[in-house]
């Protein structure tokens, strides 16, 4: 147009806009901001709020750049949104309630944009000066935000608090037992039946109070999974309560995960309608967050019946759909957890060990220490074991041990068995031994023992520890009792289909212990089966390289070298001390075994008058 003068490089307007003096470059970019805004209705609210702020309207500023972040946050872009909430509160000078509304936005921006840890300090400096309602869900969601970010001591008080000023009590732990199996029966009683309403037509404590027990399951299971299926079965009673089909859609499919791994006979009775509601409700529901529940209860229930690679496959499913939706930092952290869980499982050692490491430093990049120590309490640190650095994997573990405190959290009972292999590995029998007895106590107490993927992987370990320290001699018979009690409660596991094969390789340690190695490689050969049906590498690489020990000649040369094959294919390093890991009992080359003979001589000699 004429009259109009276009730079096209920015040394050019530099060097015409230095030539101004202070007062025309202000009036300059107020003119500027005006005819922006009067350009369009969706005119760059950014840009009219930089050149409001350079001609000194600071104020005004703030407004337009709380209007870009609002913009930007409906657009999905919520690491923009935050930074220009962020814009906007440092120049506003607004009242106290414009101000706690603005802080409040940004911190919704920063949990949607997957900062956690940064959410809940905002949260935490909304919440200041804030009464009654607000205070509560400001209160709520500064736990809900730390803990999930894996800040669990920082967040428990907060989350304590809330719950009671919700009237929602936090069971003791001497108590959770007994509370548990009476809301585990209120619910078998009551049943699923709903009266459907909308949400605006249901009183708003009555949604409040179901969302507070929800998100209090969501934060337990970071560190108190017993207390979290308690909440979950809470949230699904309060969810059927208020009759709001995407709240109580929400809450079963929760329900789902928590009934699958913490199995009463209650829980297990309900199962059937669980799922069968749970259904109903997906049916014409195109929400990505219940499709996410739909894959994730998939993948559950594939991981406690020993299912990886479709556990693994659900997961990471369940991740994508639940990336399409906002503040989803807490379900995506479990569903890649346990992705990289179900893949150490299979003994994937290389591919764990490549997406642990990316994870790792990108939760450390948006300080989620949740996913961090996650990771770090089982699949990356069995990485390094399978990688043939059983002391950084021992290092990797001291930091999440370390990080959790005071609190006893799922991830401190995977370290347990993770724990155990690492020390096995090392050859260290009497250390470990000493560290399962030690921590037997503690696993029983916090009611992770009533988890089937803690209590198999638990037992199977102290068996292994067990006779491991058989192999050194002395007194056996005790040691061989616990070792086959514990083969006897994984035998009868009609749960996991890798428990029989966990059964049959410590059967086969302490056949092969006391000499009578035909009965030992029956069992190998059955372990060998079950973990190949399974496609669990390690525990298969293992089983068959001790039945290659035990066959000898051609055929067992043949065998070590098909199961050292496939564990070097899989990524582990030192085949030999993966194996002692897993499979004890058998001694090393020449070492003397126990014989049957001998045993009933040491039983008849300790037990005579």
């Not at 709520?140 to 907060?158: N, P, T």
């Not at 529940?293 to 559950?300: E, K, M």
Request: glycine share 8%.
């Amino acid at each position: 147009a004429a009259g109009e003068i276009e730079s096209y490089h920015d040394r050019v307007r530099e060097t015409v806009v230095a030539a101004l003096d202070a007062s025309r470059r202000r009036a300059h970019h107020a003119r500027l901001a005006v005819v922006l805004s009067a350009s369009s209705a969706s005119a760059d609210a950014e840009a009219v709020a930089g050149h409001l702020e350079a001609a000194g309207q600071v104020e005004e500023a703030g407004r337009h750049y709380a209007l870009a972040a609002e913009r930007a946050a409906a657009t999905l872009a919520f690491q923009r949104a935050a930074d220009l909430f962020a814009k906007a509160l440092s120049r506003s000078t607004a009242a106290e309630t414009e101000r706690r509304r603005l802080q409040t936005r940004l911190a919704d921006a920063l949990a949607n944009a997957g900062r956690g840890a940064d959410a809940a300090r905002a949260y935490r400096e909304a919440g200041a000066g804030a009464t009654g309602r607000e205070a509560l869900d400001l209160a709520h969601k500064e736990a809900y935000w730390s803990v999930v970010s894996g800040y669990a001591l920082e967040g428990r008080d907060a989350l304590t608090r809330f719950l009671a000023g919700a009237g929602l009590r936090v069971p003791s732990r001497r108590a959770l037992t007994v509370r548990l199996a009476l809301v585990e029966l209120r619910l078998a009683v009551r049943g699923l039946r709903f009266r459907p309403r909308q949400e605006s037509e249901v009183p708003p404590h009555l949604l409040q109070r179901a969302d507070f027990a929800w998100d209090a399951a969501r934060c337990f299971m970071m560190f108190d999974t017993p207390s979290s299926v308690y909440f979950i079965t809470l949230a699904v009673l309060l969810a059927l309560e208020t009759g709001e089909r995407g709240r109580i859609a929400r809450a079963i499919g929760g329900k789902l995960m928590g009934a699958q791994a913490f199995r009463s006979p209650l829980a297990a009775r309900l199962l059937p309608r669980l799922r069968a509601t749970f259904a109903a409700l997906l049916v014409g529901d195109e929400s990505p967050y219940l499709a996410g529940l739909d894959a994730w209860s998939s993948g559950f229930l594939a991981f406690f019946e020993g299912r990886y690679d479709d556990c693994r496959e659900d997961m990471l499913r369940a991740d994508a759909r639940f990336a399409e939706s906002p503040g989803v930092q807490w379900e995506r952290g479990v569903s890649q957890t346990y992705a990289e869980i179900a893949d150490a499982h299979l003994g994937r050692v290389s591919n764990v060990l490549a997406n642990a490491q990316q994870m790792v430093d990108g939760s450390r990049e948006s300080g989620n220490r949740f996913l961090e120590h996650s990771l770090g309490a089982h699949p990356w640190p069995f990485a390094e074991l399978g990688a043939g650095r059983p002391e950084r994997a021992l290092a990797i573990m001291d930091a999440s041990r370390s990080h959790w405190g005071e609190l006893y959290t799922m991830q401190c009972a995977a370290l347990l068995f993770v724990r155990s292999w690492a020390m096995l590995y090392q050859g260290r029998a009497m250390d470990t031994w000493r560290f399962v007895n030690a921590e037997w106590p503690v696993i029983r107490r916090n009611h992770y023992l009533q988890l089937h993927q803690v209590w198999q992987w638990a037992v199977f370990v102290r068996a292994q520890a067990a006779l491991a320290v058989a192999e050194t001699g002395g007194d056996t018979r005790p040691l061989f009792r616990r070792a086959e009690k514990d083969a006897r409660a994984l035998a009868r596991d009609r749960v996991c289909r890798c428990s029989p094969g966990l059964a049959a390789l410590i059967r086969a340690g302490v056949a092969a212990r006391r000499g009578t190695d035909n009965v030992a490689r029956t069992y190998l050969a059955e372990a060998v089966k079950v973990f190949n049906d399974t496609r669990m590498i390690a525990l298969g690489g293992a089983a068959k390289r001790r039945l290659a020990e035990l066959t000898g000649g051609e055929r067992g040369d043949s065998l070590m070298a098909e199961a050292d094959a496939a564990l070097l294919a899989a990524g582990v390093a030192q085949p030999e001390q993966m194996t002692r890991a897993f499979a004890n009992g058998f001694g090393s080359a020449g070492q003397p075994r126990v014989s049957s003979e001998e045993e009933r001589r040491r039983t008849a000699a300790t037990t005579a008058p």
